[in-house]
């Protein structure tokens, strides 16, 4: 299994600020992806992060708001931007092998806009 | 796309009986189907997975049981203990995408002493 760790755990931010989520494994993944949870509600995809180009995002997230960065196969962040109350979610990393097809998560970053 | 539908979104079981929680999903390519244990402040953790190749799959007291004809699968927990009590996610997803899942809203399990 793969260990990642997501940075911050927890922040809370300004309306119209932006917050960037850091995600680091301990070993090369061919696959990441990101994920919304808003309280008591299940895992929302927002886009998986790919090595070298653009993010593919899922429908309803879009670049300007969410952009991704993956700069190597252990690496990547999400950026929250232009922040609003309905922005307030716990953001989840993720990682996945094409050889298992399983998927591992980090311990989430719990966003708080004021 | 792939929809998965979760039931019950709370259950309460006394500690000791069985907890059992059933997941439905729509998209015949979806081969692989894990569980995981969310705690509070803490993120998903794997607990248990089926492929489609297997009807059943058991870890201690936890076992999965899958119906690839009905496409439903479902979590069977024994002897529950206290610290059960979490919120479970099912997710179902094809190989095609590794990693990225559809997930069911979740149930929250409360194990009463």
């Known amino acids: 299994s793969a260990v990642i760790s997501q940075k911050p755990s927890r922040d809370i931010c300004q309306r119209g600020t932006s917050l960037t989520i850091q995600c680091q494994v301990d070993?090369?993944?061919?696959?990441m992806f990101w994920y919304r949870q808003q309280p008591g509600q299940s895992l929302t995809l927002i886009a998986t992060?790919?090595?070298?180009?653009?993010?593919?995002?899922e429908s309803g997230f879009v670049i300007d708001k969410f952009p991704i960065s993956r700069p190597n196969l252990t690496f990547s962040t999400l950026t929250v931007s232009n922040l609003s109350p309905e922005d307030s979610s716990i953001y989840l990393c993720?990682?996945?092998?094409?050889?298992?097809?399983?998927?591992?998560f980090g311990q989430g970053t719990r966003l708080t806009v004021v | 796309g792939e929809n998965v539908e979760q039931h019950p979104s709370t259950l309460s079981v006394q500690e000791g009986d069985s907890a059992v929680i059933k997941c439905t999903y729509s998209?015949?390519?979806?081969?692989?189907f894990p569980w995981y244990k969310q705690e509070l402040g803490k993120g998903p953790q794997l607990i248990i997975d089926?492929?489609?190749?297997?009807g059943e799959k058991k870890d201690q007291r936890i076992a999965v049981t899958l119906n690839k004809t009905a496409k439903h699968f479902s979590l069977h927990i024994t002897e529950t203990q206290p610290e059960d009590s979490a919120v479970y996610f099912c997710?179902?997803?094809?190989?095609?995408?590794?990693?990225?899942?559809?997930f069911g809203d979740g149930t929250t399990l409360t194990v009463k002493p």
């Open positions: 993720s990682v996945g092998d094409t050889s298992s097809t399983e998927a591992f």
């Open positions: 070993s090369q993944v061919t696959m």
């Open positions: 992060a790919n090595q070298g180009s653009e993010a593919t995002y």
């Open positions: 998209d015949s390519a979806s081969n692989y």
């Open positions: 089926i492929r489609s190749n297997v």
């Open positions: 997710a179902a997803l094809d190989n095609t995408n590794a990693g990225k899942s559809t």
